[in-house]
């Protein structure tokens, strides 16, 4: 029997966005709140400084304004959306899902809409749950969304993690393309078994908001870092290189690789391990921290806008994070770059040049 068209289909980005909220919460900002130093987190993390949201927003706030400009850039309207497949860790609420308030916001009024909890590794599992819905015909435009307002879960008198995490959005929309373009290959593991390494222990079925929870600080994030550092560097080592195995690629044709933004020191071990030359990787965990779902779909917008890809390269994500999930993908990109894309006779400028 011979497959339907649909099952032929490839799957491709063809706009990306991001926002961040204005307030910036510095290394220097810290040093009033935790016993820490601006020395200490520079030396240890590559974070400089991560932005925070105002007290009236929200995730489907940050959600919705980065999913605006993807769509501007892909030039389509909100109604043209079959799908929004929302990353995050921090819904607004846990009912309504976020993707729903979302899908309300933009006016997406045909697209399905749910959230997809895999942590950090949130984007990459929705571009897998994406290229499958595009592939097998059941969507045509899916919207892929990670957003996190981790200040919310950060617990502010702990040092080990209020230094490590920021908030922000970022967006991509997907549409059908050619076989051997877009998406070649996606990688999605989960372990279980890790789930403690990095919890919040308190807030929804297992242990009820109590007292007792709000007084022990149990709706906050907890983590054991020097746990995680080696697994991260491993679990995206490894799965990078099954999904270049997939695509039938090798480390040497990446033209661009975009991590999961946890750690420097972790982004630096893994390009070391995989070989890859330092103009290779891009890195803003200087300006953003640790925006965890949101964290890939912002460095894609930002490398987008800034020219770092043309049609034909070949670019890698990989993320890790809470569960343990952890995931890669490998894209022949197939957009023309935004700064040679004339629009009204005007060049747009490469950073904040397309609405
Ligand atoms: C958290 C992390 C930055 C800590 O770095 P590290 O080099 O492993 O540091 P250690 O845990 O060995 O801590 C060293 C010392 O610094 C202290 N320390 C921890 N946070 C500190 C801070 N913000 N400022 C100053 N000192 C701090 C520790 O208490 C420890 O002191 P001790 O030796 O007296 O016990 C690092 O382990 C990491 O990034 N892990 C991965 C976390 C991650 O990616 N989480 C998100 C998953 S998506």
Request: glycine share 10%; hydrophobic share 45%; net charge negative.
């Amino acid at each position: 029997m011979s497959p339907r068209p649909e099952a032929l289909r490839g799957a491709t980005i063809t706009g990306t966005g991001m926002y961040v909220p204005e307030r910036v919460l510095s290394n220097r900002d810290l040093e009033s709140m935790v016993d820490t130093s601006d020395q200490w987190i520079v030396e240890r993390t590559g974070i400089r400084e991560r932005r925070i949201a105002a007290p009236d927003q929200a995730s489907s706030d940050l959600a919705t304004a980065a999913a605006e400009r993807a769509l501007a850039m892909a030039r389509l309207r909100a109604e043209d959306v079959d799908h929004i497949v929302l990353a995050t860790t921090t819904p607004d609420r846990i009912l309504p899902s976020c993707a729903c308030t979302v899908q309300h916001k933009l006016g997406a009024s045909r697209a399905a809409a749910y959230d997809v909890f895999a942590a950090c590794s949130g984007f990459v599992f929705g571009l897998g749950i994406a290229r499958g819905l595009i592939a097998s015909g059941t969507a045509d435009t899916v919207l892929v969304i990670g957003v996190e307002v981790l200040s919310r879960i950060v617990d502010y008198t702990d040092r080990n993690t209020c230094v490590l995490f920021g908030d922000g959005a970022g967006a991509a929309v997907l549409r059908p393309c050619a076989p051997g373009d877009g998406l070649l290959a996606v990688e999605m593991h989960s372990d279980g078994g890790l789930g403690e390494v990095l919890e919040v222990p308190a807030g929804i079925s297992l242990n009820p908001a109590s007292e007792r929870t709000v007084q022990a600080r149990e709706h906050f994030i907890r983590m054991q870092g020097k746990k995680l550092f080696p697994f991260a560097v491993r679990s995206m080592e490894d799965s990078l290189r099954a999904s270049l195995d997939r695509a039938g690629l090798g480390v040497t044709d990446l033209d661009l690789f975009i991590p999961h933004q946890a750690n420097q020191r972790i982004l630096d071990a893994v390009r070391e391990r995989l070989g890859i030359s330092p103009e290779k990787i891009v890195a803003n965990i200087e300006r953003y921290g640790n925006t965890s779902s949101a964290s890939i779909p912002i460095t894609l917008d930002e490398a987008v806008r800034g020219g770092r890809l043309a049609p034909g390269d070949v670019v890698g994500f990989a993320a890790f994070g809470g569960g343990a999930t952890w995931g890669a993908s490998v894209m022949r990109w197939t957009m023309p770059s935004p700064v040679d894309v004339r629009r009204d006779g005007v060049a747009l400028a490469a950073r904040g040049g397309v609405a």
